[in-house]
């Protein structure tokens, strides 16, 4: 107890600092980076619908364009890839490209013996997201039912659907199948937000809502608020009869996802052929403000700043080359790294930032993320020091203390950002770069909650420029100093690791009180191997000589005595032990489609028990499983690790999905 106790009395000592920049490099970030700028750009892309290979898509990457090409970036460069249903791209296989021509939906009256519109209560011009992506086309005039959530077989009991508009509170691919094998002529759904805090007290949102791209049963759905089916069941409940009009052209065909690129070329004639990473997806239903324009512009206007103040003579040219990227989420970041396995090769690092913008109104809660488990980084340490720091900073000036720099807008808050720093969260691209078969560490940055999260309400006007910059600042901080990166700066950085290692050690502290008592001793195990794997992560951008090597040693050993555990874990020589196949990358959690699935079918993978398992996003249990087969781990060791990471699982669980794995060929076991 003493000894813990003088262990969180040091890591109460560590107050969050900035080592990494000199204050005339941080200055001159904080005087040019402009929300603003950043929002105005926002404002444009936000007027257009942008779903994958879409034709407005294609204008947001030409918008992107332009402007790299006007703020004098080099390298800018517009691609596609093949998007026709068929190609893989490691685990993902391309969908089809979605669009649509019309859409609208009325209400009609009676005028005597024929139906005529009375009230339209959807249209793709004025809002596409009332019609759910990939909705194929139809026109039809039909009485509205209600059939409960729409997704099971007692739904459909006793009522006759066919050639009704059958209204659900699931989602279009929930209930498509069975509404058409009933014969339903099409869906209205209003399923809801994902669950926060908020939901449903806005009766008035409207989600965005899909079919799954592969599903062999098509047909239309409009996406209609909470209000209004509500409005709908009350008049049926009455035994009034609602007739509705549809009429949709829409749907899928072959065609390309579209990508921007553009660099800052680094100086050093070896380390510029080492990349640093800016990437976003750029694609989302219109207006898809703070999902996903706002980390979209936001890198943008780091690609401005940092261009102009190395023109300008204010910071110099990085070393490693700084390359920024705008694809389709996850299923484009797969393919530009199948197509393009060079940019694999080149990355170190990676900075993502997938809605960086919301504020008071959207209720956000602004994220830097940590690093899973299976990859252990410094480079998730470095996004957090500057996420403190602007923590620090922004709380002093909006508290009237003394301060060095404000981070604000002109035209934004002045509240404190108060970003919560360290936790591992999936959910966009990042989920591929760190994954097991390219493991490129990240630096994402995310809000969560946000109230208006796929919904029509994710306006331009619920955005803060002073959170774009802020935003704007981490990113463009973390990614100069790693592309800056060299021997002389290991000293500082060894410094930011062991501070990190405290903070993460006094969670684990916390932790093992909350977990039963016979997992403990596996969690400070993995702990203190994750902490070691953050040490030797610095190898992979400088070289660390043998002082710091054996200093190292005896602060991890002292820790481990400090804390009274063990820093190895057993084995069962029992256990087998997976290499992944090489020609298969990618992780199985990826955009509507399912690689288990699709190679062992739809019943099987259904059985399987670990993806019931869930962490704070549903994937965590069966993404780190797959990412810890290295070749060397049992599945003892992988079942240790995940249970470390989230709670503990079943060693047989973890062996079944495994098995899985190797029968789908994702995996081969080691003989």
Same mark, same amino acid.
């Given at each position: 107890?003493?000894?813990?106790?003088?262990?969180?009395?040091?890591?109460?000592?560590?107050?969050?600092?900035?080592?990494?920049?000199?204050?005339?490099?941080?200055?001159?970030?904080?005087?040019?980076?402009?929300?603003?700028?950043?929002?105005?750009?926002?404002?444009?892309?936000?007027?257009?619908?942008?779903?994958?290979?879409?034709?407005?898509?294609?204008?947001?990457?030409?918008?992107?364009?332009?402007?790299?090409?006007?703020?004098?970036?080099?390298?800018?460069?517009?691609?596609?890839?093949?998007?026709?249903?068929?190609?893989?791209?490691?685990?993902?296989?391309?969908?089809?490209?979605?669009?649509?021509?019309?859409?609208?939906?009325?209400?009609?009256?009676?005028?005597?013996?024929?139906?005529?519109?009375?009230?339209?209560?959807?249209?793709?011009?004025?809002?596409?997201?009332?019609?759910?992506?990939?909705?194929?086309?139809?026109?039809?005039?039909?009485?509205?039912?209600?059939?409960?959530?729409?997704?099971?077989?007692?739904?459909?009991?006793?009522?006759?659907?066919?050639?009704?508009?059958?209204?659900?509170?699931?989602?279009?691919?929930?209930?498509?199948?069975?509404?058409?094998?009933?014969?339903?002529?099409?869906?209205?759904?209003?399923?809801?937000?994902?669950?926060?805090?908020?939901?449903?007290?806005?009766?008035?949102?409207?989600?965005?809502?899909?079919?799954?791209?592969?599903?062999?049963?098509?047909?239309?759905?409009?996406?209609?608020?909470?209000?209004?089916?509500?409005?709908?069941?009350?008049?049926?409940?009455?035994?009034?009869?609602?007739?509705?009009?549809?009429?949709?052209?829409?749907?899928?065909?072959?065609?390309?996802?579209?990508?921007?690129?553009?660099?800052?070329?680094? @100086?050093?004639?070896?380390?510029?052929?080492? !990349? *640093?990473?800016? =990437?976003?997806?750029?694609?989302? &239903? /219109? %207006?898809?403000?703070?999902?996903?324009?706002?980390?979209?512009?936001?890198?943008?206007?780091?690609?401005?700043?940092?261009?102009?103040?190395?023109?300008?003579?204010?910071?110099?040219?990085?070393?490693? @080359?700084?390359?920024?990227?705008?694809?389709? !989420? *996850?299923?484009? =970041?797969?393919?530009?790294?199948? &197509? /393009? %396995?060079?940019?694999?090769?080149?990355?170190?690092?990676?900075?993502?930032?997938?809605?960086?913008?919301?504020?008071?109104?959207?209720?956000?809660?602004?994220?830097?993320?940590?690093?899973?488990?299976?990859?252990?980084?410094?480079?998730?340490?470095?996004?957090?020091?500057?996420?403190?720091?602007?923590?620090? &900073?922004?709380?002093?000036?909006?508290?009237?203390?003394?301060?060095?720099?404000?981070?604000?807008?002109?035209?934004?808050?002045?509240?404190?950002?108060?970003?919560?720093?360290?936790?591992?969260?999936?959910?966009?691209?990042?989920?591929?770069?760190?994954?097991?078969?390219?493991?490129?560490?990240?630096?994402?940055?995310?809000?969560?909650?946000?109230?208006?999260?796929?919904?029509?309400?994710?306006?331009?006007?619920?955005?803060?420029?002073?959170?774009?910059?802020?935003?704007?600042?981490?990113?463009?901080?973390?990614?100069?100093?790693?592309?800056?990166?060299?021997?002389?700066?290991?000293?500082?950085?060894?410094?930011?690791?062991?501070?990190?290692?405290?903070?993460?050690?006094?969670?684990?502290?916390?932790?093992?009180?909350?977990?039963?008592?016979?997992?403990?001793?596996?969690?400070?195990?993995?702990?203190?191997?994750?902490?070691?794997?953050?040490?030797?992560?610095?190898?992979?951008?400088?070289?660390?000589?043998?002082?710091?090597?054996?200093?190292?040693?005896?602060?991890?050993?002292?820790?481990?005595?400090?804390?009274?555990?063990?820093?190895?874990?057993?084995?069962?020589?029992?256990?087998?032990?997976?290499?992944?196949?090489?020609?298969?990358?990618?992780?199985?959690?990826?955009?509507?489609?399912?690689?288990?699935?699709?190679?062992?079918?739809?019943?099987?993978?259904?059985?399987?028990?670990?993806?019931?398992?869930?962490?704070?996003?549903?994937?965590?249990?069966?993404?780190?499983?797959?990412?810890?087969?290295?070749?060397?781990?049992?599945?003892?060791?992988?079942?240790?690790?995940?249970?470390?990471?989230?709670?503990?699982?079943?060693?047989?669980?973890?062996?079944?999905?495994?098995?899985?794995?190797?029968?789908?060929?994702?995996?081969?076991?080691?003989?």
């Amino acid at each position: 107890m003493i000894r813990t106790t003088f262990l969180f009395l040091f890591i109460a000592s560590c107050a969050w600092s900035q080592p990494l920049l000199d204050p005339a490099t941080v200055k001159a970030f904080d005087s040019e980076l402009s929300g603003e700028s950043a929002k105005r750009n926002l404002e444009y892309v936000t007027r257009l619908h942008r779903i994958r290979g879409s034709s407005e898509f294609r204008m947001a990457i030409d918008f992107v364009e332009s402007k790299l090409k006007e703020y004098g970036l080099e390298g800018v460069e517009v691609f596609q890839i093949p998007a026709d249903g068929k190609s893989m791209y490691g685990t993902q296989k391309s969908r089809l490209v979605w669009e649509a021509e019309f859409a609208e939906l009325w209400e009609m009256e009676k005028d005597g013996d024929k139906w005529r519109p009375k009230t339209r209560l959807a249209d793709w011009e004025s809002m596409p997201i009332t019609l759910a992506e990939d909705s194929e086309s139809g026109e039809v005039t039909a009485d509205l039912v209600d059939a409960g959530a729409g997704s099971s077989e007692k739904d459909y009991e006793n009522i006759d659907f066919r050639g009704k508009i059958v209204l659900i509170s699931s989602s279009p691919s929930a209930a498509v199948k069975l509404a058409v094998a009933k014969g339903a002529a099409g869906l209205i759904s209003y399923t809801q937000n994902q669950p926060t805090a908020w939901s449903r007290e806005d009766q008035n949102l409207i989600r965005w809502g899909h079919f799954d791209s592969f599903a062999p049963t098509k047909a239309f759905c409009f996406m209609i608020s909470l209000k209004q089916a509500r409005e709908f069941q009350s008049r049926l409940a009455r035994g009034e009869r609602i007739v509705l009009h549809a009429k949709v052209k829409a749907g899928q065909h072959p065609g390309n996802y579209s990508f921007a690129t553009a660099i800052i070329k680094g @100086t050093d004639p070896v380390l510029q052929n080492e !990349e *640093i990473a800016f =990437t976003c997806h750029l694609d989302h &239903q /219109r %207006p898809g403000a703070n999902d996903n324009a706002s980390g979209s512009m936001t890198i943008l206007e780091i690609a401005r700043s940092l261009n102009k103040l190395i023109a300008e003579g204010r910071i110099g040219r990085p070393r490693r @080359t700084i390359r920024f990227i705008w694809s389709p !989420e *996850i299923e484009g =970041t797969l393919a530009i790294l199948a &197509q /393009r %396995p060079t940019y694999a090769d080149r990355i170190k690092a990676v900075i993502h930032m997938d809605m960086v913008g919301g504020g008071p109104i959207t209720k956000s809660v602004f994220h830097v993320a940590g690093a899973p488990q299976s990859l252990p980084n410094f480079v998730a340490d470095v996004g957090q020091t500057f996420g403190g720091y602007v923590n620090a &900073q922004s709380d002093a000036y909006a508290s009237g203390y003394a301060h060095d720099f404000k981070f604000v807008s002109n035209e934004g808050g002045k509240e404190p950002l108060q970003a919560v720093l360290g936790e591992f969260h999936m959910g966009s691209d990042h989920d591929v770069y760190n994954e097991g078969s390219f493991r490129i560490p990240c630096i994402y940055m995310h809000d969560w909650p946000d109230r208006y999260i796929h919904t029509n309400f994710d306006m331009a006007a619920n955005i803060d420029p002073t959170k774009l910059k802020r935003a704007g600042f981490i990113g463009a901080a973390s990614g100069y100093y790693l592309s800056n990166l060299q021997a002389a700066d290991a000293a500082s950085l060894w410094s930011l690791i062991r501070q990190q290692a405290l903070k993460r050690t006094s969670d684990v502290v916390r932790r093992a009180g909350e977990i039963p008592k016979e997992e403990v001793d596996n969690l400070w195990s993995q702990h203190f191997r994750y902490e070691r794997g953050v040490f030797q992560s610095l190898k992979s951008f400088v070289q660390v000589n043998a002082a710091m090597e054996k200093e190292a040693g005896e602060f991890y050993s002292t820790m481990e005595k400090l804390t009274g555990k063990p820093s190895t874990g057993t084995r069962s020589n029992a256990t087998s032990v997976y290499k992944r196949n090489a020609s298969i990358k990618g992780p199985l959690s990826v955009f509507g489609y399912d690689y288990l699935a699709d190679h062992l079918g739809e019943e099987k993978v259904g059985a399987l028990r670990l993806p019931g398992y869930h962490g704070l996003w549903g994937d965590e249990y069966a993404y780190e499983t797959l990412n810890f087969v290295d070749g060397r781990r049992s599945t003892e060791e992988i079942r240790n690790a995940v249970s470390a990471e989230f709670g503990p699982i079943p060693l047989e669980v973890v062996e079944e999905y495994l098995r899985a794995l190797e029968n789908a060929g994702v995996i081969v076991k080691q003989k």
